[in-house]
């Protein structure tokens, strides 16, 4: 099984900054791709970044110029850099891992989520 777990989030003023990571773990061959999706109370879950094992990266328009997405070797862990946050940036944040497992079946695994509050 692969498990994949967030850390880093909490609370923040409108205007800072936090930091987000996502370790994916188990029997991983290779991990194709590492997104950030987030879901605020009565919202549907929405991509916020993501990152492919060729580097290409995608944003949420929402997101673009405030957040960067980044990558340890083998795209693990994977981070998300959030600045400028504003009020509405709170959600919990979730992180999806997409791969192979070591016996070659595919897997597609979420994290439990980590709260991000920003107050204003």
């Known amino acids: 099984q692969v498990q994949v777990v967030e850390s880093g989030g909490g609370l923040v003023q409108a205007g800072g900054s936090l930091s987000l990571a996502c370790t994916a773990s188990?029997?991983?061959?290779?991990?194709?791709?590492m997104g950030w999706y987030r879901q605020a109370p009565g919202k549907q879950r929405e991509l916020v970044a993501s990152?492919?094992?060729?580097?290409?990266?995608s944003y949420a328009d929402s997101v673009k110029g405030r957040f960067t997405i980044s990558r340890d070797n083998a795209l693990n862990p994977v981070y998300l850099s959030m600045n400028s946050l504003k009020p509405e940036d709170t959600a919990v944040y979730y992180c999806?891992?997409?791969?192979?497992?070591?016996?070659?079946?595919?897997?597609?695994?979420w994290g439990q989520g980590t709260q991000v509050t920003v107050s204003s």
């Open positions: 999806n891992a997409k791969g192979y497992s070591g016996s070659r079946y595919p897997f597609d695994s």
């Open positions: 188990g029997n991983i061959f290779t991990i194709n791709g």
């Open positions: 990152v492919n094992s060729g580097g290409g990266v």
